[in-house]
């Protein structure tokens, strides 16, 4: 890695919406496992050390378990990941949040309520991004529908963060974004020349926010209060 800065990205969300695939396109090449399959594909966490061309930054990025999983419960896959960025990656710059464009099934939505509890994810939204996938078919009216469905939403508008725009007096949501990256291999060659300049497109303004300094956090509150006992131990001896 050529740079010292390095801003640690976690990836999380249910299950096939395109965690790895995603690592793999911002890292430019395929250091995930990717699968189009029923069974859920990434197990526990696997971190990958990249520094793509656009950057001057290095990144780690932490791909995680998807929750929806097939055969745990969400409980389980949202406590070994948070166990797991405990013990292995100890501080994180950036969540980012990935769902699927499409309707959110009561399962998906509590899977990430539970996930946005375990990572205080509202509390520290300075610290998260969201990205909605399969978005690849989508034309531009269809998708400032999709944004203002997303805005709407009683569980991802907590998550989001207004600002004031730079070109109009507005204020617009600076930490949402749609992409969609099928994997070549799947796409129809007449329709990939398309595909690839959007990818582009939609790459730059994830690529600008997670390249942004800022402190890093502890993965999960049960971290802080870990800190808070030790403290307390410390002035009581
Ligand atoms: N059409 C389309 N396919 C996508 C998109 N993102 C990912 N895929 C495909 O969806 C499948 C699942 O992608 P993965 O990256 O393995 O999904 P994941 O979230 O890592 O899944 P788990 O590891 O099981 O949690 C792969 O075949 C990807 O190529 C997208 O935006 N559009
Ligand atoms: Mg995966």
Redesign the pocket.
Known sequence: MQSDIINTIV?I????????????YLAEKDV??????L????KGLQCYCVNPQDSTHGFLFV????VC?TTMSNADVVSLISDALKNKVKKVNYFIL?I?SGRMTDENRKAIEQLITEFDLVERKNHVYVLV????ILNGQALTRLENEVCADRTLKKLLKMEKSSTSSCHEVVNLSF?????PK??NVLMMDGVRKWMEVQRKPLMKYISKPISAIEPNLRCQTKHIDLFQILHCS
């Open positions: 990836f969300g249910p299950t096939g919406v395109g965690k790895s695939r995603l690592i793999n995930a496992k990717t699968a189009n399959t069974q859920s594909v990434t791909d995680t378990q998807g999983d990935m699927k996938t399969n978005c690849e992409t969609g990256l099928p994997d799947d796409v």
